[in-house]
């Protein structure tokens, strides 16, 4: 084959060695890089060579190299758009040119390095080292217009993105006057999305988010005037005095004054430790008091206090977002989406609160504490974002016409002459339904800078107008936005709401046409989005298979998007007015709820318990079990790996493993003798190819596509869990790091053995178990065992514990002498018998052999799991949902394989106690029935839910805490 070398290569003699292969006599280092024809013609992979990514690209029969990620924010470039002979950056929509490696416009400045590339013998070989290829650095030539290139001075007040933007644009189309930049802070123009991000995280400095450098400075020709500030400027004189005396004469004057964080107007508001966010100076700030915080508050729920709460999720701060509207921000989305983001930090552990009204903050001991409408909020530091207010003083002391910012026309022009203005202080010269808004947004910086600099320097108007953009990183995803939507605007959905690939399109509800679109982590859509937006004609969902999203989230019946009335056939359920302090009847009876509960949480983002390690140790073990009511086989294949698979079927839907547990080769339905592998892959089908020719599957029928529903499974101190989830995060993630050690003070480190199980069904609701054991308060007045006996006790050293997202619980207690206890607890804890004692005084020893202050604890895995350690008797409990009105519970006994005969002996003793028909599984079995019973007897009615304000974990075991802030994660999970 013709060795085929690019980019130019001006030596192509070669000479073989036996041991290194081909290398060039100039010294080329070839690597071996990709099979030629794994490359799609014009398309673009992603390789690796020696350590550093590189993206190939095969371009009319051309294979060319650069470097594989994105010099702006770090995208592999193999996930972006190839169009024509350029790269499209996935994230931000950077463009290069893939032969020179060429910046070719915003947010990319700087140039990709590019590889010499030849393909011998089929195979792409790379080289790193030498004859890289760099693109032009001076452009300018290519951009200046045709006339004489404009003179003067022009001065620039405020040095922040727009600035930068504007002064290059001025350069690069010709202008070779005098630029004063004047800045309040002392810094060279940086960009600000990054302070809310990578900043906060410790991932960025400031000098990756420089616009311009100290080298750009001289090259550039700029005269600097940091750290002081514009105080007049005189219109008819032109010019502009500086807060340090000097005067700055000009011909032309940007105004690029930005703005600064709106404050709150209470008492408190500047408190230390109360955090507005503008400056790197803040984001600093803000970094070094999140290293040490435990408990963060958000005030204001719009993309600052998202990403805010984003990073404190990160860094495992529990974070309370208060949002003072009925939903996050109202004010430019429709409710349906708004309500997506809100779920989305839901589902990562942030407790969002909605219609609360911040009253006041103030100073309590070490920490703060923020009082609403919705209670008091304790926090080790506050974190304020509610609207940027646009410094427009110094523009309408000028005489520049003003209205909720600077208003400008297309080339950004003031209403004096003169005066430019460019960024989140300036209007967009194109009204939204008949109104001007300002675009707070990199993007707009980007073009307003960009527009206002060409046209001082008095070079043509790009007359491509391009659509707003927005783009924002919350909880793992690249959330991107194009166009502007309105509050009233329909909702329609492809995809899963709120997860990666989820596309929301709004629509105009009088016109039918597209506003916006949205997409989480889906870069694709954007591109096409641009198509879509330039189409005037009513946007027809069915093309993309979308939905319609009521304003609670749930999908309409009805495609028709330009009708003011929309019916719709599914139950409509809602929540009391009153809030997470009460909890409706339907929650726990109703058939519809239940069904979207197996879809919605078992089968969705949840890690379920299957199993114990140790009840399959040996290669061919199985046993049955359940995901929700799903029963699946657990079992150890020939490779030593675990595997969860259901257990139907896949011919005609029989439940094939019928035995409990036991040792297996294979698995065999006992109705038409389908065979399968301990991995759950279809391994054999009986007459498959017929008899004498006759009858049989299709000739195309494949074994491989006929195997089990299999599972995500991972496994942690010898527990097993399953997930539908096929990129669910790992397990310690999803637990976060309180509920993690409380798991692991139990599981240890010792191998678990598993001393016997126990069975049985109970005529309630599956939920109500969760919320059994997340309320302390009732055991102190109900088990005569646990109070009368020290285990949990009113004044005891306790806990109920919540992790961020209210999912999961730790009920914890210290075992105390309640002969101490005074007489008046005494009398409230009705529960408690003066005098009862056992027989057999064994049962109540305690051997403390666990690294936990606790010598009680019920720790609550959502959705299915409750282990429990109950001084020395330990157990799993396993929940599994029948119906909205029962559920069976199967315990599993354990201890440790180093255990003596004793201590053995000892949890078996305790365990018999304690198990569902001891002292505590009667009483709590059956007030579990009596609550479903009156449910269904008097049905529509609420629970009453408001012991200890709050959300969370609480200190104290009279408090209902934990169950709101399990029902919160409930809702956002179920999306109600």
Same mark, same amino acid.
């Given at each position: 084959m013709e060795e085929l070398i690019s980019p130019c290569i001006l030596h192509k003699e070669m000479y073989t060695d036996e041991n290194s292969g081909t290398v060039p006599r100039c010294g080329m280092a070839w690597r071996k890089a990709i099979a030629v024809n794994q490359l799609k013609p014009g398309g673009v992979a992603r390789v690796e060579i020696d350590g550093k990514p590189v993206a190939l690209y095969l371009l009319d029969g051309e294979v060319f190299a650069t470097h594989g990620i994105c010099t702006h924010a770090l995208a592999f470039l193999a996930d972006g758009f190839v169009d024509g002979g350029t790269i499209e950056c996935p994230l931000h929509?950077?463009?290069?040119?893939?032969?020179?490696?060429? $910046? !070719?416009?915003?947010? +990319?400045?700087? /140039?990709? %390095?590019?590889?010499?590339?030849?393909?011998?013998?089929g195979e792409v070989f790379v080289d790193l080292d030498g004859n890289k290829k760099a693109a032009p650095k001076d452009q300018a030539e290519a951009c200046t217009p045709r006339g004489a290139p404009s003179r003067g001075a022009v001065v620039v007040v405020g040095a922040g993105q727009a600035a930068a933007v504007a002064i290059r644009s001025m350069r690069a189309s010709g202008f070779t006057g005098t630029i004063n930049l004047v800045g309040r802070e002392q810094h060279l123009p940086y960009e600000r999305p990054p302070l809310s991000k990578d900043i906060l995280l410790g991932k960025a400095a400031i000098e990756s988010c420089r616009r311009l450098a100290e080298a750009d400075v001289a090259s550039l020709d700029i005269k600097t005037h940091l750290g002081c500030s514009v105080a007049r400027i005189d219109p008819a004189a032109r010019i502009a005095f500086l807060s340090n005396g000097t005067e700055l004469r000009y011909d032309a004057l940007l105004l690029a004054t930005g703005g600064v964080p709106r404050r709150l107007s209470i008492a408190g508001a500047d408190l230390p430790g109360v955090h507005y966010l503008r400056t790197i100076e803040d984001a600093n700030s803000i970094r070094q008091s999140l290293a040490g915080a435990k408990r963060l508050v958000i005030v204001g729920g719009g993309f600052i206090g998202l990403e805010l709460a984003s990073v404190a999720a990160t860094l495992g701060v529990t974070t309370v977002l208060l949002e003072r509207e009925a939903e996050l921000m109202a004010r430019v989305l429709p409710p349906s989406l708004g309500r997506s983001f809100r779920s989305l930090a839901e589902r990562h552990g942030v407790s969002v609160l909605r219609g609360v009204q911040v009253q006041d903050i103030r100073r309590d001991g070490e920490g703060l504490v923020v009082n609403t409408s919705a209670g008091a909020f304790a926090a080790d530091t506050i974190c304020v974002g509610v609207g940027l207010a646009p410094e427009t003083e110094l523009a309408a002391a000028a005489g520049c016409e003003v209205d909720g910012g600077i208003v400008v026309d297309a080339e950004q022009r003031t209403s004096i002459a003169g005066i430019w203005a460019a960024g989140d202080c300036a209007l967009h010269c194109r009204p939204v339904k008949g109104s001007s808004r300002r675009f707070e947004s990199w993007h707009n910086a980007e073009q307003q800078g960009a527009a206002a600099g060409q046209s001082i320097a008095g070079a043509p108007p790009n007359a491509d107008a391009q659509a707003p953009w927005f783009w924002t990183d919350q909880f793992g995803l690249n959330i991107q936005i194009l166009g502007v939507s309105s509050p009233g605007d329909k909702v329609a959905l492809t995809g899963r709401d709120g997860e990666p690939g989820a596309v929301y399109r709004t629509i105009d509800p009088d016109t039918g046409r597209l506003t916006s679109v949205v997409a989480f982590s889906d870069p694709a859509a954007i591109r096409q989005a641009r198509k879509e937006l330039e189409n005037p004609d009513m946007f027809d969902i069915a093309k993309v298979s979308a939905a319609l999203l009521t304003s609670d989230g749930k999908e309409e019946n009805t495609q028709v998007v330009n009708e003011r009335s929309v019916t719709t056939t599914s139950k409509q359920f809602v929540w009391p007015s009153e809030g997470l302090t009460r909890v409706p009847d339907w929650v726990y009876t109703d058939n519809d709820i239940y069904r979207r509960e197996v879809e919605k949480i078992f089968h969705g983002r949840t890690w379920n318990y299957v199993a114990l390690e140790s009840e399959i140790p040996e290669i061919g073990d199985f046993i049955r079990s359940n995901v929700g009511p799903t029963p699946v086989v657990v079992s150890r294949a020939e490779d030593g790996s675990i595997n969860v698979f259901e257990n139907r079927c896949a011919h005609r839907a029989a439940e094939f493993c019928r035995e409990l547990s036991g040792n297996a080769k294979e698995f065999v339905c006992p109705y038409h003798q389908w065979s399968y592998d301990l991995k759950g892959n279809l391994a054999g089908v009986p007459f498959r190819r017929g008899v004498d020719g006759k009858g049989g599957m299709p000739r195309d029928f494949k074994n491989a596509d006929h195997g089990l529903r299999q599972l995500k499974v991972t496994t942690h101190r010898g527990v097993v869990f399953a997930s539908y989830c096929d990129d669910m995060e790992p397990l310690a993630e999803y637990l976060g790091p309180e509920i993690l050690r409380e798991f692991e003070a139990t599981f240890d480190g010792r191998k678990p053995k598993v001393l016997g199980h126990y069975r049985h069904s109970l005529p309630g609701n599956w939920k109500l178990y969760h919320e059994n054991l997340k309320d302390?308060?009732? $055991?102190?007045? !109900?088990? @005569?065992?646990?109070?009368?006996? &020290?285990?949990? +006790?009113?004044? #005891?050293?306790?806990?109920?514990? $919540?992790?961020?997202?209210?999912?999961?619980? +730790? *009920?914890?207690?210290?075992?105390?002498?309640?002969?101490?206890?005074? /007489? #008046?607890?005494?009398? =409230?804890?009705? $529960?408690?018998? =003066? &005098? *009862?004692?056992l027989e057999e005084p064994r049962f109540m020893d305690f051997v403390n052999e666990f690294d936990s202050p606790w010598s009680v604890t019920m720790t609550t895995i959502w959705p299915n799991l409750i282990v429990q350690r109950e001084m020395n008797t330990l157990g799993v409990r396993q929940i599994v949902p029948t119906g909205p009105n029962e559920f069976i519970m199967?315990?599993? *006994?354990?201890?440790? %394989?180093? /255990? /003596? %005969? %004793? *201590? @053995?002996?000892h949890r078996l003793r305790q365990g018999n106690l304690m198990g569902p028909a001891g002292f505590l599984g009667l009483e709590d079995n059956e007030a579990i029935k009596f609550v479903q019973d009156g449910m269904l007897a008097v049905p529509d009615g609420q629970h009453v839910v408001e012991l200890d304000p709050g959300v969370g974990t609480a200190d104290t075991l009279i408090s209902e805490a934990s169950i709101r802030a399990m029902y919160q994660h409930w809702r956002s999970a179920m999306e109600l």
């Open positions: 929509q950077g463009i290069f040119d893939i032969r020179s490696g060429k $910046a !070719l416009c915003s947010p +990319v400045t700087q /140039d990709l %390095e590019t590889y010499a590339v030849k393909v011998r013998d302390p308060y009732h $055991a102190t007045l !109900l088990h @005569t065992f646990l109070v009368t006996f &020290g285990l949990l +006790v009113a004044g #005891n050293k306790s806990s109920m514990i $919540a992790d961020p997202s209210g999912r999961h619980g +730790v *009920m914890a207690s210290a075992k105390s002498d309640v002969s101490k206890l005074d /007489d #008046n607890t005494k009398k =409230e804890m009705r $529960a408690y018998k =003066e &005098g *009862m004692q199967k315990w599993t *006994m354990f201890g440790f %394989e180093g /255990d /003596d %005969e %004793e *201590m @053995t002996r």
